[in-house]
């Protein structure tokens, strides 16, 4: 199979580094073809502009958004790991999303419906947070983000969900408790 992670955190030292690299050691020891895109250290722009509207209506797509479209479309499963900040997603991922994910590659309209384009992909979802779990399920925020990325994103792009894993409370947890983390990523199926 082939996987497309699409990694969004600043910091290489940080935990969702991590959790990047021990899925790419575990998806490549199975014998996958797996492939990053890094969206910080890509300098991916991710600022929507009104010129790229202007590309799009005229059947031409800028070849940043499009590079990355072709990343989409030659892979299986798209791994999406990124923290949870302000309750959504790094502007970064926010903006790669807006671009990328376009009408007429991700989606269209027909008679007032939208439909999904990217109906042969699947979807994993990785989020740290800082935040406990206990405050992600009684105040709702953990239901909120996953209709909103798991249904309002990617479900209307046709793509199928197969995994939103959150990881909670990272900032304040002991490293034992964060190797823990990590060590059930061993036990997820990625297919």
């Not at 892979?75 to 790094?90: A, E, K, L, M, V």
């Not at 779990?133 to 909103?148: S, V």
């Amino acid at each position: 199979m082939k996987y497309l992670i699409i990694y969004t955190h600043p910091n290489p030292k940080s935990f969702n580094h991590a959790i990047k690299e021990k899925i790419e050691t575990k998806l490549k020891n199975e014998g996958n073809e797996v492939e990053i895109r890094d969206l910080y250290a890509l300098g991916f722009d991710p600022v929507l502009k009104g010129a790229d509207f202007v590309a799009f209506k005229a059947g031409k797509t800028p070849d940043d958004i499009k590079r990355e479209q072709d990343h989409i479309k030659s892979s299986d499963t798209i791994i999406f790991i990124h923290p949870i900040w302000w309750f959504g997603q790094p502007a970064t991922l926010k903006g790669y999303i807006d671009r990328v994910f376009s009408y007429g590659f991700a989606y269209i309209s027909d008679k007032g419906i939208l439909k999904g384009l990217l109906t042969d992909k699947k979807a994993v979802i990785i989020n740290t947070t800082g935040g406990t779990e206990d405050d992600y399920r009684n105040n709702g925020y953990k239901d909120a983000l996953a209709k909103t990325m798991d249904i309002g994103i990617f479900s209307l792009c046709g793509i199928k969900v197969i995994l939103h894993k959150f990881f909670h409370a990272v900032p304040a947890v002991s490293n034992d408790e964060r190797e823990k983390m990590l060590l059930e990523l061993d036990s997820i199926s990625f297919e």
